[in-house]
């Protein structure tokens, strides 16, 4: 399967900051997703990154807020903006291609910690 | 209620045993099914698809029923190393390949 990387892996930042997390993968995926795991619960999608395209956004997640980039099939940035400390969280990209599309691989997430 | 509802547990099971997690799902368009594992303070890992016939891979055993909306995950003869959170996952092609995760169940194994 493919090798996913997040960068940064963890931050500490103060409030009313942003922070653009990547994520690269060693090879070409059709789709690209958005996770945020906050603290003791489960996982949840904020958006779908579209290589091209404006990403689709989950109920509950806007593009002002979480603004995603995907200028190709290996790479996708998430912006946490204008930070407060109710985005403190893990956040993770997943990937799914070929003909499993349908399953998702996660890579290694970014803990995000405001202060 | 959540889509996909899970027994939090956690089940604490001597090594040797054999442990059942179920998980139901309220959207019966949901076509893909899954469990995964997630390590403390890592990333969830595919353990396996879960197929309408039911599969099986070495110590781990997946069920689904359709009719009743319901998934299963045995462990035979646990290991420490199972020691994880185990989340259901289903996948509702409808909405753009979208995982809609359960909020898991923690299994302990102890020696």
């Known amino acids: 399967s493919a090798v996913i990387s997040q960068k940064p892996s963890r931050d500490i930042c103060q409030r009313g900051t942003s922070l653009t997390i990547q994520c690269q993968v060693d090879?070409?995926?059709?789709?690209m997703f958005w996770y945020r795991q906050q603290p003791g619960q489960s996982l949840t999608l904020i958006a779908t990154?579209?290589?091209?395209?404006?990403?689709?956004?989950e109920s509950g997640f806007v593009i002002d807020k979480f603004p995603i980039s995907r200028p190709n099939l290996t790479f996708s940035t998430l912006t946490v903006s204008n930070m407060s400390p109710e985005d403190s969280s893990i956040y993770l990209c997943?990937?799914?291609?070929?003909?499993?599309?349908?399953?998702?691989?996660f890579g290694p997430g970014t803990r995000l910690t405001v202060l | 209620r959540k889509e996909v509802e899970q027994d939090p547990g956690p089940f604490n099971v001597p090594e040797g045993a054999t442990v059942a997690f179920n998980c139901t799902y309220s959207?019966?368009?949901?076509?893909?099914f899954f469990w995964y594992r997630q390590d403390c303070r890592k990333e969830p890992k595919l353990l396996m698809s879960v197929y309408s016939s039911g599969n099986e891979d070495g110590r781990f055993t997946a069920q689904l029923n359709r009719a009743s909306q319901y998934i299963s995950l045995l462990i035979r003869d646990s290991k420490l190393s199972d020691s994880a959170t185990y989340l259901c996952?289903?996948?509702?092609?409808?909405?753009?390949?979208?995982?809609?995760f359960g909020a898991g169940t923690i299994l302990r194994v102890k020696s």
């Open positions: 996952v289903v996948n509702n092609r409808e909405y753009g390949n979208k995982l809609v």
């Open positions: 959207n019966s368009a949901s076509q893909s």
């Open positions: 997943s990937v799914a291609s070929g003909r499993r599309y349908n399953e998702q691989f």
């Open positions: 090879s070409q995926v059709t789709m």
């Open positions: 990154a579209n290589q091209g395209s404006e990403a689709t956004y």
